[in-house]
Nanobody, 122 residues
């Protein structure tokens, strides 16, 4: 599975961005999907996940209430709507596939996109 992330950028604090991640695999709908992020000098961390059908999702506490993950299986794409962005959200954001929903450990995710940079200025 090849994943192509896009839609990052530079935004002021309080602003919004909506990165997306397009998959090459026609069986995209078989996978749960997740978003992770990695800030400079820090470990990659879980942000959000969504199940194969798009009707269940969960979030890291740090983004709960501000970020929304969604997917369009017809377009083989997963999205991350990010609102009320904060400088601490600055990171490279990665999408990844998982064999099962409800996991936040990196080891549970198999295929990764190349990442898209999100920078939030204060």
């Amino acid at each position: 599975v090849q994943l192509q992330a896009s839609g990052g950028g530079l935004v002021q604090a309080g602003g919004s961005l909506r990165p997306s991640c397009a998959a090459s695999e026609r069986t995209f709908s078989n996978y749960a999907m997740g978003w992770f992020r990695q800030a400079p000098g820090k470990e990659r961390e879980f942000v959000a996940a969504i199940n194969w059908g798009g009707y269940s999702s969960y979030y890291a506490d740090s983004v709960k209430g501000r970020f929304t993950i969604s997917r369009d299986n017809a377009k083989k794409t997963v999205y991350l709507q990010m609102n009320n962005l904060k400088p601490e959200d600055t990171a490279v954001y990665y999408c990844a596939t998982a064999r099962r929903f409800g996991v936040s450990s990196l080891s549970e995710y198999d295929y990764w996109g190349q990442g898209t940079q999100v920078t939030v200025s204060s």
